[in-house]
């Protein structure tokens, strides 16, 4: 239970340390939020739980697959920001969208035979 309790601690840190760093310099916080901080301590952490080459190789490859389409998210939001769009709305949408291109490359990847 504690090493659960660690790892979400951990996780909320980096959060919080992104979100007070945005306050103060968007474009830092920006950079520090699109470093894969997140992946690697998972990969971290998946290779102290199991340490497997291959299954650790596989879930990196399935990663980068999966990063693709999150990242029109990126640039709904803050077109829809600048449309006069709330912030909840395009969260919403950002949101909604990712879901729809992973969906989308799970169907995909699957037909052409990628690692997910």
């Not at 650790?56 to 999150?70: C, D, G, K, N, Q």
């Not at 998210?73 to 950002?94: E, K, N």
Request: hydrophobic fraction near 60%; charged fraction near 10%; charge should be positive.
């Amino acid at each position: 239970m504690w090493p659960l309790v660690a790892k979400a601690l951990l996780s909320g840190v980096l959060i919080a340390a992104i979100a007070e760093i945005g306050k103060r310099a968007p474009a830092v916080a920006a950079l520090v939020a699109s470093l894969p901080l997140i992946s690697v301590l998972g990969m971290t952490l998946l290779w102290l739980g199991r340490p497997d080459s291959e299954n650790m190789a596989r879930h990196a490859e399935a990663t980068f697959w999966y990063v693709l389409p999150s990242l029109p998210m990126f640039l709904l939001i803050p077109f829809l920001l600048r449309q006069g769009i709330s912030l909840w709305f395009a969260l919403m949408a950002g949101c909604g969208l990712t879901i729809l291109l992973n969906f989308l490359m799970l169907w995909l990847g699957r037909r052409i035979g990628l690692p997910i």
